[in-house]
């Protein structure tokens, strides 16, 4: 893992941080608060609000803005915009935050049909398209995967407290890249579709390492070649329907050019961008 880092001799207070939740379920908060992981967090940093454990009373400003879920509701756009407002820096906290997550999938299927499945009662939900936060703000810091590594927390963590530069994009191959270096047997050569060679890593290949496919949960890697995955795979016999809907299972709208060419092109997230 490559670290870009920038010390600086500056003495560091503690930075003053707000961990927030937007349309989720609550797990990339829960593994911050793993306990074994959140108290060497609340020694680094002075966590000044975290709605999931305590009263959200404080009114001042943040260093950084920790926040998980995806936008879903006219109301996560406001609360998303308070928090910009109110943060000198924001860090979207997990796949639904940094690529749109397991939500995002409603983009790719019928809306309506999808709302009733879901909600027995909706029509007083103002929803919108599903997205990942950086197409209504802007993102300062990625911290991927569903739920992300504590692993990565952590490291996040360490650079805010001392100062110095936190590089997200630290792994910049894809999953393949470690699952290999693992020693482990390719799923794909096994029939099982594995997201793996356009995933970006930095999960020590979790999944494929426990027999498990790789979904895609940390989003595209920066030179994923998806079109010619797609063709690849399809050639070797796989379905394009079921290749379709493993891609759009996590992290669809990053690859959405790919998935449909013709569509129209849409602003693409700041995750593809740097
Ligand atoms: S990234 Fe995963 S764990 Fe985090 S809110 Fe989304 S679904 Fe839940
Ligand atoms: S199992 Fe998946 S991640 Fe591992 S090498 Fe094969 S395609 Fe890549
Ligand atoms: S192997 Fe794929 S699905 Fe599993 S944690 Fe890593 S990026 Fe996510």
Redesign the pocket.
């Known amino acids: 893992m490559q670290e870009k880092i920038k010390m600086t001799n500056q003495k560091h207070k503690k930075p003053a941080i707000g961990i927030y939740?937007i349309s989720?379920?609550?797990?990339?908060?829960?593994?911050v608060l793993y306990e074994e992981c959140f108290k060497d967090i609340a020694k680094l940093v002075d966590i000044k609000a975290f709605p999931l454990i305590k009263e959200d009373s404080y009114k001042g400003e943040f260093d950084y803005v920790l926040i998980?879920?995806?936008v879903c509701f006219d109301e996560d756009i406001i609360t998303l915009n308070e928090l910009r407002k109110r943060a000198k820096k924001v860090v979207a906290?997990?796949?639904?935050?940094c690529v749109g997550?397991?939500?995002s999938m409603k983009n790719f299927l019928n809306k309506e049909k999808t709302m009733r499945f879901v909600y027995p009662v909706y029509n007083h939900l103002k929803s919108t398209n599903p997205e990942p936060i950086d197409m209504h703000i802007k993102v300062d810091y990625y911290l991927p995967?569903?739920?992300?590594s504590k692993k990565e927390i952590m490291e996040f963590v360490k650079c805010i407290a001392t100062g110095r530069e936190f590089s997200y994009h630290q792994c910049k191959d894809p999953v393949c890249f470690e699952c290999r270096k693992r020693g482990n047997l390719c799923l794909l050569n096994e029939g099982k579709l594995c997201l793996g060679p356009i995933t970006l890593g930095g999960c020590e290949a979790l999944c494929p390492s426990n027999d498990v496919v790789c979904y895609g949960?940390r989003g595209p890697c920066k030179d994923a070649n998806t079109g010619a995955f797609i063709e690849l795979l399809k050639e070797k016999g796989y379905a394009e329907k079921a290749l379709h809907s493993k891609i759009e299972t996590f992290a669809g709208l990053q690859f959405k050019e790919a998935l449909e060419p013709e569509s129209e092109k849409r602003k693409i997230s700041g995750w593809l961008e740097e």
Do not use: D
């Open positions: 939740g989720g379920c609550a797990g990339c908060m829960l593994t998980e879920g995806t906290l997990g796949s639904c935050a997550g397991v939500p995967q569903c739920p992300p949960c």
